[in-house]
């Protein structure tokens, strides 16, 4: 990042907790809707204006910043950082890496900035009335880290009514059980209802599992019987399925898990092929199976 030398700079912000000055411009500073202000009033002749004060031909500002604040601030007046990158194959459009890359593979990871700096940028951006596009940019690079740390960027989004950045982070919030966190883990979710929300999901996810999964028949009305067969191959089926059901969990691959009978069914070609089609049945109906809390039955829009 290009640093102002003193020489290309006409301002000098302060922090005051921790007593540090910055040599900054002017003109990155008005890019803040706060400073813009804060320059107005100066400019129409008010100079004693709280946190503002001309010392000789040059302008004072101090601000109850700690300094490592006061520095991301400036940082992001001076050069905005651009949204994260998409990660570009070969012969496959945005669009088309967006839609079939697993969501890790998504982005160019070196232009994602790290979580844990976020959640400090946003606050200044709300703070100090950043540019819409740099807080659409801000907010693209908290999506951007949601397969990486889901429940963190679950409950900042939620905290800050981000609620399209909790849709998204949600999907990744499946697995492992809810059960499973610990109290300190499972605290950064602010609310009751946001965690609910999360219950509800899951729940909602296991349930549809196993309906699907106690439907599905290795021969749905006879399609493709083995004569030789039939009632063992069913037998087997049943068994397993039986077996699965207890054991399902919201982010659970019943038709993997159904597809491993195909080793046991390898001597017969027809019952493999029963087989084959109904677990690609199963693997169909589990992708309608709502993955967010976007799209819960309580919101109105069971999937």
């Not at 003193?6 to 040599?23: G, M, Y």
């Not at 940019?137 to 951007?144: C, G, K, Q």
């Not at 009514?161 to 610990?182: C, I, M, R």
Request: aromatic fraction near 8%; glycine fraction near 4%.
């Amino acid at each position: 990042m290009d640093i102002p030398t003193a020489q290309q700079t006409d301002l000098v912000v302060k922090s005051i907790p921790d007593q540090i000055e910055f040599n900054v411009r002017r003109c990155d500073l008005e890019k803040s809707e706060i400073f813009r202000d804060m320059f107005a009033v100066c400019n129409q002749g008010s100079a004693s204006a709280d946190g503002v004060k001309t010392l000789a031909d040059s302008c004072y500002v101090e601000l109850d910043e700690p300094a490592q604040a006061l520095k991301t601030l400036l940082e992001l007046l001076r050069q905005p950082p651009p949204p994260p990158l998409l990660y570009m194959p070969d012969r496959m459009s945005a669009q088309e890496c967006w839609m079939k890359l697993p969501f890790s593979q998504r982005y160019e990871h070196d232009s994602v900035i790290p979580f844990p700096l976020l959640p400090g940028m946003i606050r200044l951006s709300d703070k100090y009335g950043l540019s819409d596009p740099l807080v659409r940019s801000l907010r693209s690079h908290l999506v951007a880290n949601a397969f990486l740390h889901p429940l963190k960027v679950y409950g900042f989004a939620r905290a800050n009514g981000f609620e399209d950045v909790a849709v998204e982070a949600s999907t990744y919030l499946l697995h492992p059980p809810l059960a499973s966190y610990s109290r300190e883990d499972i605290s950064v979710i602010p609310t009751v209802a946001a965690y609910h929300d999360l219950v509800q999901l899951h729940a909602h996810r296991i349930k549809k599992l196993q309906e699907i999964l106690l439907s599905e028949e290795i021969f749905p009305f006879g399609y493709g019987l083995c004569a030789l067969h039939c009632n063992e191959t069913a037998r087997i089926w049943n068994e397993r399925r039986v077996q699965l059901v207890p054991k399902v969990e919201a982010a659970s691959d019943i038709a993997a898990e159904m597809r491993t009978l195909m080793d046991q069914l390898s001597s017969c070609q027809v019952c493999r092929k029963a087989c084959l089609a109904a677990t690609e049945m199963l693997e169909y109906k589990c992708r309608r199976i709502t993955r967010t809390i976007g799209y819960l039955p309580s919101n109105g829009r069971e999937t």
